[in-house]
């Protein structure tokens, strides 16, 4: 048997998969004590084609859950939206470096709110473009599927690109963190974890079952399990 160093993970349910009547009370399905983030998709209807929830939104589910909150921002102009969701409560707030010429400049703008800055890919974009800021932020984020919408099936070729960027992170001996998001469930996820994923945005695949807790469960053993057997 191969002699591994056991790893640690997050599951982060993705709030775009909820009811988003009554947010609060379906945060509630998920507060078992493995987790500890809540993953919230921001969109403005230009950078991807979809319209979400604002900074009170994240105000409220601040106030009324015992959660952090990563803060996803798919939104054209994010130098104006970082202050107001920095300050509604986000806890990680990711950019993408699609939307913005001056990425040094928005990450260090984060990063005056002491709060964690992330970089976000979609899919058709490579990490060289990010190749020079990964010393400046503490989390990736690579879209595995085209974002906008939930419920999409993961793009099989996101694999390759996570496993690069891991190996990057090691060569490096980087420290940011590797959060994927889109199309993953109890099926896939122990693959991508193997493959270098730490954080997982997890929408349809928890929000879809009547028994949230069992749906995290299950992810979660699937996870240990790989790592059992690879110690």
Do not use: C
């Not at 001056?102 to 260090?108: A, S, T, V």
């Not at 889109?182 to 928890?206: E, M, P, Q, R």
Request: overall charge neutral.
């Amino acid at each position: 048997m191969k002699n591994s160093s056991v790893r640690s993970f997050q599951i982060l349910p993705s709030v775009l998969a909820a009811d988003s009547g009554k947010l609060v009370a379906e945060a509630q399905t998920v507060d078992v004590p493995e987790i500890k983030y809540l993953h919230i998709d921001v969109m403005d209807g230009h950078f991807v084609p979809n319209l979400t929830m604002g900074p009170a939104v994240v105000k409220s589910l601040k106030k009324h859950t015992r959660f952090k909150l990563d803060v996803h921002l798919m939104v054209t102009n994010p130098a104006e939206l970082i202050p107001l969701f920095a300050e509604a409560g986000a806890d990680i707030l990711t950019i993408h470096q699609e939307a913005d010429l001056h990425i040094h400049r928005q990450l260090d703008f984060i990063k005056k709110f002491n709060i964690k800055s992330g970089i976000s890919l979609n899919p058709a974009t490579p990490l060289e473009s990010i190749a020079w800021i990964l010393s400046e932020v503490d989390l990736v984020l690579l879209m595995s599927v085209n974002p906008g919408f939930g419920g999409q099936k993961f793009i099989p070729l996101t694999l390759e690109k996570i496993k690069k960027l891991h190996e990057l992170r090691q060569k490096e001996n980087g420290r940011f963190i590797i959060e994927v998001d889109g199309g993953i469930d109890a099926k896939n996820v122990s693959t991508l974890f193997a493959a270098g994923t730490d954080y997982f945005v997890i929408g349809t695949g928890i929000f879809q079952f009547s028994d949230r807790p069992k749906a995290i469960r299950e992810i979660i053993h699937s996870i240990n399990h790989d790592q059992i057997r690879s110690i």
